[in-house]
């Protein structure tokens, strides 16, 4: 009776579109309509951030295994102690049968919003010290003159419209202006009458404007300083997984 119930729920279940599929399954998880988890998923960042973890650790093992690697997901959660070496997401083995740790990491979606490149001085201190990295600066010559001279022709609205700087609403509500002025002083009193989402689409705007010529891609490791973890700052080691994969989308 059990298997006959079973095979009727696949067959069902085979016969149904994505679509329906996808509603069931709101419904059943999330007690909702599929309008509304869609609606509170595009308020939510960081409920987007793991979703897009997740699919970029589903697609990186399909590949690991159509490659011909077995593959092991690392729980996130253990019982008992976790062992100090496996901070990653997959194992997965060779031909000789060795097993390795894998890290799975995405981009950092907010990037240039989280460093504030919105803002010139920003702008030109992150140019200048990642200047290693950047295909057009010769570093045998001065860097500050070629980082002035690439915003001025690729960026010229950070001289004029966007030269004034901008903070996030939290600073400008949390801030106290001081007896005698300052440049940040003076920069946000010009702030202070606009609102939030006001606030948020002058970023916006910058940031639009920005990545038509620059975008960041970098990620970030997480680790954390008590316990077993045996370190004394918030940074891997790098006797903690063997191999590192970066979902650059």
């Known amino acids: ?14 016969n ?3 679509f329906a599929i996808l509603e069931s399954f709101v419904s059943k998880v999330f007690k909702t309509t599929l309008e ?5 998923l595009k308020l939510s960042p960081n409920a987007q951030g793991y979703v897009s973890g997740s699919i970029t650790e589903l697609l990186l093992k399909n590949h690991i295994e159509n490659l011909g690697y077995s593959v092991k997901r690392i729980r996130e959660k253990w019982e008992g102690r976790k062992h100090p070496q496996h901070h990653g997401d997959f194992y997965f083995n060779d031909s000789n049968e060795n097993w390795y740790v894998l890290e799975s990491k995405g ?3 907010n990037s240039e ?19 290693e990295k950047i295909i057009w600066i010769d570093t045998s010559n001065d860097v500050e003159p070629q980082v002035d001279d690439w915003i001025k022709t690729n960026l010229p609205k950070f001289l004029d419209d966007f030269s004034d700087t901008i903070y996030d609403y939290e600073e400008i509500i949390k801030y106290n202006s001081p007896r005698r002025e300052t440049p940040k002083s ?9 609102s939030r989402e006001q606030i948020g689409e002058m970023i916006s705007l910058r940031l639009k404007y920005l990545m038509r010529k620059l975008m960041v891609l970098e990620t970030h490791f997480v680790s954390g300083t008590g316990g077993l973890s045996g370190r004394t700052q918030a940074t891997p080691r790098k006797d903690e997984f063997n191999l590192i994969s970066v979902d650059i989308f």
């Open 1 to 14: 009776m059990i298997s006959y119930f079973r095979k009727c729920y696949l067959i069902i279940w085979e």
């Open 186 to 194: 003076i920069a946000i009193d010009k702030l202070r009458h606009y």
């Open 36 to 40: 509304i988890f869609l609606e509170a």
């Open 16 to 18: 149904m579109s994505i």
């Open 113 to 131: 919003k989280w460093h504030k490149l919105y803002n010139y001085d920003k702008l030109k201190s992150f140019l200048f010290s990642h200047r």
């Open 107 to 109: 981009v950092k979606s």
